[in-house]
């Protein structure tokens, strides 16, 4: 069964060093998602993509944080200068069109040291 | 403001006991509903989701899920529980369809289960 994959599982970096979450979504699907899940707090949507383009972002999306499908299978967080704050699990999820029924990534905890 | 209560942060219930989750919302169209599992370390697994039709779902792992409009609800139900149903469970609502989708979820029932 096709399935949403992410790397790194677990992704440790020093406060101010830029990060990259990779996800490869599922091969026919058309919408791309980041979400964000801080230790005990609940599941946070940060960005929608579609069509090349961000479709939606949360106020937690702010200048330092990116989105980019480089080739047809790829789909990759940037954080740019990562803070304290920024320690979370990132999931990534795709969907494949008309309804909105998401399917997620296993996560890639991020520890900012 | 759109926003998902699961008022119970922790329940636990003897394998073989019965078992409801609650889940309540507030959104300003027609929801679109789900129940995801969390198991420790992996990712969001979906259970179930309702958007229309019968209001009792059957989803995977004998998990059901009846949707009440009046009370804005969607509780999570099993007759029978196992003990590899602990887990954390995370209701989410969200639009049917369109560009964005973004979903707003729970905080979060963690499950225990006593043999």
């Known amino acids: 069964e096709p399935e949403v994959t992410q790397t790194p599982s677990h992704q440790v970096t020093q406060m101010g060093q830029e990060v990259i979450l990779r996800c490869v979504p599922i091969?026919?699907?058309?919408?791309f998602y980041w979400y964000r899940q801080i230790l005990g707090q609940k599941v946070e949507f940060l960005v929608s993509?579609?069509?090349?383009?961000?479709?939606?972002k949360s106020e937690i999306f702010d200048d330092q944080f990116s989105v980019e499908r480089p080739d047809g299978s790829n789909f990759t967080l940037k954080i740019r200068s990562t803070k304290l704050e920024d320690s979370a699990m990132y999931f990534c999820?795709?969907?494949?069109?008309?309804?909105?029924?998401?399917?997620f990534g296993p996560g890639t905890r991020l520890t900012v040291l | 403001a759109q926003s998902v209560t699961q008022p119970d942060i922790h329940i636990t219930v003897s394998e073989g006991a019965s078992l409801e989750l609650r889940c309540n919302y507030s959104?300003?169209?027609?929801?679109?509903l789900f129940w995801y599992v969390q198991s420790p370390g992996q990712g969001l697994q979906l259970l179930l989701k309702?958007?229309?039709?019968?209001?009792l779902v059957q989803g995977i792992k004998g998990f059901e899920a009846e949707f009440k409009r009046s009370q804005s609800s969607f509780n999570l139900r099993k007759p029978s529980v196992h003990w590899s149903d602990a887990a954390e469970y995370f209701c989410?609502?969200?639009?049917?369809?369109?560009?964005?989708?973004?979903?707003?979820f729970g905080k979060g029932t963690k499950l225990s289960v006593k043999p």
């Open positions: 309702y958007f229309s039709g019968d209001t």
């Open positions: 993509f579609y069509n090349n383009e961000i479709s939606e």
């Open positions: 959104y300003g169209a027609t929801p679109y």
């Open positions: 091969s026919n699907h058309l919408y």
């Open positions: 999820a795709s969907r494949k069109g008309v309804t909105n029924e998401q399917f």
């Open positions: 989410a609502v969200g639009p049917f369809g369109g560009s964005q989708g973004n979903l707003i």
